[in-house]
């Protein structure tokens, strides 16, 4: 177990899913969270910095990663890791092309950005949970805190699906108007004949459409945060039961883990893709 | 696992990573990866291309090898043609040749032969009258026994 010996197998687990906070004491001052207490009492002014360490780190690492093929791409034979990053590009493309019919410069380019960074973000999940940990804690660092996997944050999930849902807004308006926009909040999903009626249910149509937006990106932030919570919350507990001999119950849900690894990313992928095909086309 | 600024953070992150992804990384990939889909597309029916012009160079010539067999036979037969006209005519040449060299020595022999009769009766009626002469003397008169002495020397 990382840092102290003596804590409970509660306290490990707590101590676990703490995120090296800093933000800005009730006090007024700005410094770093020395427990979760404090951390929850710094309220919105907090940033989780190991979350956004990482999930920066990972997506400069994406950058990088395709920067570097992007530089000598030609239309000759390709090799090794050039061919392995134009394989995913070309599903991604595939993938983008089979579910989205409009014309956007856009929405390849995110597809991909969120198919890589998630994953990313999703793999850091295999790594042995008291690895970084220790790293940082008694090897110098002194850092107390810290969760290595960001998409166990829901900041971190419920933001990119934020930004998704600012994009939804953002397509609906631009290929419906604003009339149109809220013409679709507000005329569906119950469509009488006359006006008279038509009016006299616009509430209705509007609470159960807002609903609906509304529930997109909660559902596919939520998604995401929820499976990886849950995947790393068994690695700590094989840790918290196991000690030394963690492997026996890690390995194995690791092995299954990738599937959940891929498959949250590729996921929260398609449904961006769907959620933008959705509000760019005219019923 | 409370909701605070870390979402302007991440959305900050997110939006960077997907500017960068869109300027830098997509369009060079995709531009490459579609031109060598258009490399190979044209790769592919420039084979195709050359595939029917072999068979078409192929079937030509296979046609000109039949062409070239038949007027071969065809200039063999008309030489064996020519051969065997010309046999006979030597054949007929030669004959008419022998008959007429046959005919030519019949006629020389024939006069040598009248020559020499000829001869032989005048030699003949002189001894005979030389002779008759002789053992008649003055008896036998030139002149009123020639007529019976070329009757004599004509059954000769």
């Given at each position: 177990?990382a840092g102290d010996t003596q804590q409970t197998s509660g306290e490990y687990i707590k101590h676990h899913l703490t995120n090296l906070t800093y933000?800005?004491?009730?006090?007024?001052?700005?410094?770093?969270?020395?427990?979760?207490?404090?951390a929850a009492d710094m309220g919105f002014w907090a940033f989780h910095v190991d979350s956004l360490a990482w999930s920066g780190g990972l997506g400069?690492?994406?950058?990088?990663?395709?920067?570097?093929?992007?530089?000598?791409?030609?239309?000759?034979?390709?090799?090794?890791?050039?061919?392995?990053?134009?394989?995913?590009?070309?599903?991604?493309?595939?993938?983008?092309?089979?579910?989205?019919?409009?014309?956007?410069?856009?929405?390849?380019?995110?597809?991909?950005?969120?198919?890589?960074?998630?994953?990313?973000?999703?793999?850091?999940?295999?790594?042995?949970?008291?690895?970084?940990?220790?790293?940082?804690?008694?090897?110098?660092?002194?850092?107390?805190?810290?969760?290595?996997?960001?998409?166990?944050?829901?900041?971190?999930?419920?933001?990119?699906?934020?930004?998704?849902?600012?994009?939804?807004?953002?397509?609906?308006?631009?290929?419906?108007?604003?009339?149109?926009?809220?013409?679709?909040?507000?005329?569906?999903?119950?469509?009488?004949?006359?006006?008279?009626?038509?009016?006299?249910?616009?509430?209705?149509?509007?609470?159960?459409?807002?609903?609906?937006?509304?529930?997109?990106?909660?559902?596919?932030?939520?998604?995401?945060?929820?499976?990886?919570?849950?995947?790393?919350?068994?690695?700590?507990?094989?840790?918290?039961?196991?000690?030394?001999?963690?492997?026996?119950?890690?390995?194995?849900?690791?092995?299954?883990?990738?599937?959940?690894?891929?498959?949250?990313?590729?996921?929260?992928?398609?449904?961006?893709?769907?959620?933008?095909?959705?509000?760019?086309?005219?019923? | 696992?409370?909701?605070?600024?870390?979402?302007?953070?991440?959305?900050?992150?997110?939006?960077?990573?997907?500017?960068?992804?869109?300027?830098?990384?997509?369009?060079?990939?995709?531009?490459?990866?579609n031109e060598r889909k258009q490399k190979i597309a044209e790769g592919l029916s420039a084979a195709d291309r050359a595939e029917r012009d072999l068979?078409?160079?192929?079937?030509?010539?296979?046609?000109?090898?039949?062409?070239?067999?038949?007027?071969?036979?065809?200039?063999?037969?008309?030489?064996?043609?020519?051969?065997?006209?010309?046999?006979?005519?030597?054949?007929?040449?030669?004959?008419?040749?022998?008959?007429?060299?046959?005919?030519?020595?019949?006629?020389?022999?024939?006069?040598?032969?009248?020559?020499?009769?000829?001869?032989?009766?005048?030699?003949?009626?002189?001894?005979?009258?030389?002779?008759?002469?002789?053992?008649?003397?003055?008896?036998?008169?030139?002149?009123?026994?020639?007529?019976?002495?070329?009757?004599?020397?004509?059954?000769?």
């Amino acid at each position: 177990m990382a840092g102290d010996t003596q804590q409970t197998s509660g306290e490990y687990i707590k101590h676990h899913l703490t995120n090296l906070t800093y933000g800005k004491h009730p006090d007024g001052t700005w410094g770093m969270a020395a427990n979760a207490e404090e951390a929850a009492d710094m309220g919105f002014w907090a940033f989780h910095v190991d979350s956004l360490a990482w999930s920066g780190g990972l997506g400069i690492l994406f950058c990088l990663m395709f920067f570097m093929v992007a530089r000598r791409a030609s239309s000759g034979v390709p090799s090794g890791f050039t061919n392995f990053i134009e394989t995913i590009v070309e599903f991604v493309d595939n993938t983008v092309r089979d579910t989205f019919h409009g014309k956007s410069a856009l929405i390849a380019p995110l597809s991909l950005t969120i198919f890589c960074w998630v994953f990313l973000m999703n793999l850091m999940d295999l790594i042995p949970v008291d690895f970084i940990p220790t790293v940082v804690m008694d090897w110098g660092l002194g850092i107390h805190y810290h969760k290595i996997v960001p998409s166990t944050d829901p900041n971190i999930t419920l933001a990119m699906s934020f930004s998704v849902f600012f994009l939804i807004i953002f397509y609906s308006i631009k290929v419906k108007g604003i009339g149109g926009f809220i013409g679709e909040l507000t005329l569906h999903p119950f469509t009488p004949p006359n006006a008279v009626a038509a009016i006299f249910l616009v509430p209705i149509n509007l609470i159960l459409e807002t609903v609906s937006l509304l529930a997109k990106p909660i559902s596919l932030g939520m998604r995401l945060f929820g499976n990886m919570y849950a995947g790393e919350f068994v690695f700590i507990l094989a840790a918290a039961m196991l000690g030394t001999y963690q492997f026996v119950g890690s390995w194995p849900w690791a092995v299954f883990h990738i599937l959940v690894i891929t498959l949250q990313a590729f996921i929260f992928m398609v449904l961006t893709i769907v959620y933008l095909s959705m509000a760019s086309e005219d019923h | 696992m409370s909701i605070n600024a870390t979402l302007i953070g991440q959305v900050i992150w997110f939006a960077l990573f997907v500017f960068f992804c869109m300027k830098f990384v997509w369009p060079p990939i995709v531009g490459a990866l579609n031109e060598r889909k258009q490399k190979i597309a044209e790769g592919l029916s420039a084979a195709d291309r050359a595939e029917r012009d072999l068979e078409l160079a192929q079937e030509k010539a296979t046609a000109n090898l039949k062409e070239a067999k038949d007027k071969a036979a065809e200039i063999l037969d008309q030489a064996n043609k020519r051969a065997n006209q010309i046999v006979e005519e030597a054949k007929d040449q030669a004959r008419a040749e022998g008959e007429r060299l046959i005919a030519q020595a019949q006629g020389e022999i024939d006069q040598t032969i009248n020559q020499a009769r000829e001869q032989l009766r005048k030699e003949v009626a002189a001894l005979a009258l030389s002779g008759a002469e002789k053992v008649l003397a003055s008896e036998v008169n030139r002149d009123t026994h020639g007529k019976m002495l070329e009757q004599l020397a004509g059954e000769l």
